[in-house]
């Protein structure tokens, strides 16, 4: 069974760093692409961000270019997300999600998700 | 960086058949046939129920289909059930900005 596991998610101040944990299961982690999703409470989701299998390619939404950064360690079934220079609009639940393995550009399965809240 | 439009909430008696819309541009829905659909239960994660517009995963019941139609694509219920009340969300691929979400749209069975 495919399993996903987020961890790292806590309250944090404005402008101060945050690195999310992924943990896989159940399926060859190195063979799919992996995403980061958020959801603020109460509201819809947003796509975060994007990283192929071997870590060639990385895509951020604009709303985190330049602070976020995502990568994976495939030895270890593990995708992560380092946030710096935290906003109060980055509050959210933070879920990854895994890519189907033929290119649909459709997420097949997600984690619980972790929060994240922002705030003095 | 605007959301795909979809109307906030659709309601329906149980066994009637509902159509949730979601509507984007020529540089999503309208360019591409990845178009995606989840269902997230109350406070759950959620759940891939279409892929590439109409399009169902194993295990997702035939009760939901999807089509889609120039710059709208749609999603329909049969045969609706309680436990679909839900939030449904729809996704697409913009390659601006890789993938982009519906606004949501939260399901009432009456």
């Known amino acids: 069974e495919v399993n996903l596991v987020e961890s790292g998610g806590r309250l944090v101040q404005p402008g101060g760093s945050l690195r999310l944990s992924c943990t896989a299961s159940?399926?060859?982690?190195?063979?799919?692409?992996m995403t980061w999703v958020r959801q603020t409470p109460g509201k819809g989701l947003e796509w975060v961000s994007y990283?192929?299998?071997?870590?060639?390619?990385?895509h951020y939404a604009f709303s985190v270019e330049g602070r976020f950064t995502v990568s994976r360690d495939n030895a270890n079934d593990s995708l992560y997300l380092q946030m710096t220079n935290l906003r109060v609009d980055d509050t959210a639940i933070y879920y990854c999600?895994?890519?189907?393995?033929?290119?649909?550009?459709?997420?097949?399965?997600w984690g619980q998700g972790t929060l994240v809240a922002v705030s003095s | 960086q605007s959301a795909l439009t979809q109307p906030a909430s659709v309601s329906g008696s149980p066994g009637q058949s509902i159509t949730i819309s979601c509507t984007g541009t020529?540089?999503?829905?309208?360019?591409?046939?990845?178009v995606s659909w989840y269902q997230q239960l109350p406070d759950k994660a959620p759940k891939l129920l279409i892929y590439?517009?109409?399009n169902r995963p194993s295990g997702v019941s035939d009760r939901f289909s999807g089509s889609k139609s120039g710059n709208t694509a749609s999603l329909t219920i049969s045969g609706l059930q309680a436990d679909d009340e839900a939030d449904y969300y729809c996704?697409?691929?913009?390659?601006?900005?890789?993938?982009?979400f519906g606004t949501g749209t939260k399901v009432t069975v009456l």
């Open positions: 999600a895994r890519a189907t393995a033929t290119v649909t550009y459709a997420l097949d399965s």
């Open positions: 159940g399926f060859n982690f190195s063979r799919f692409e």
């Open positions: 990283i192929t299998s071997g870590s060639d390619v990385r």
């Open positions: 020529r540089s999503d829905i309208g360019g591409y046939n990845h």
């Open positions: 590439d517009v109409s």
């Open positions: 996704s697409s691929l913009r390659p601006s900005s890789l993938y982009v």
